[in-house]
């Protein structure tokens, strides 16, 4: 088992930044990829970024070059670091954790999922 935990939303303007965290527990930490998903008020959850545990780097294409995921496996976390936010992001975002390190833009792949956190973006 993993658990995860997610921290590190709020509200903020457009064009600001939060980083979000997510602090895993249970199993070895490294062996996972990690994911940050979100859904916004009546929308599908739909996928954000991933990393592999090689340190590879997936991303959104409507988040790329704003946002970016790393992991610190020392400290079981992982990170969403999150700039120029718009409006459009608000949403809560979700961390998850997969044994398999391919597939990562597909949510189903991911067998951990945290409680999320809120992101309110305004404009």
């Known amino acids: 088992q993993v658990q995860l935990v997610e921290s590190g939303g709020g509200l903020v303007q457009a064009g600001d930044s939060l980083r979000l965290s997510c602090a895993a527990s249970g199993r070895t930490f490294s062996s996972f990829a990690m994911g940050w998903s979100r859904q916004a008020p009546g929308k599908e959850r739909e996928f954000v970024a991933a990393?592999?545990?090689?340190?590879?780097?997936y991303y959104a294409d409507s988040v790329k070059g704003r946002f970016t995921i790393s992991r610190d496996n020392a400290k079981n976390t992982v990170y969403l670091q999150m700039n120029s936010l718009q409006p459009e992001d608000t949403a809560v975002y979700y961390c998850a954790a997969a044994s398999i390190d391919y597939g990562l833009g597909d949510l189903s792949v991911y067998e951990y999922w945290g409680q999320g956190t809120q992101v309110t973006v305004s404009s």
């Open positions: 990393i592999r545990w090689t340190g590879d780097t």
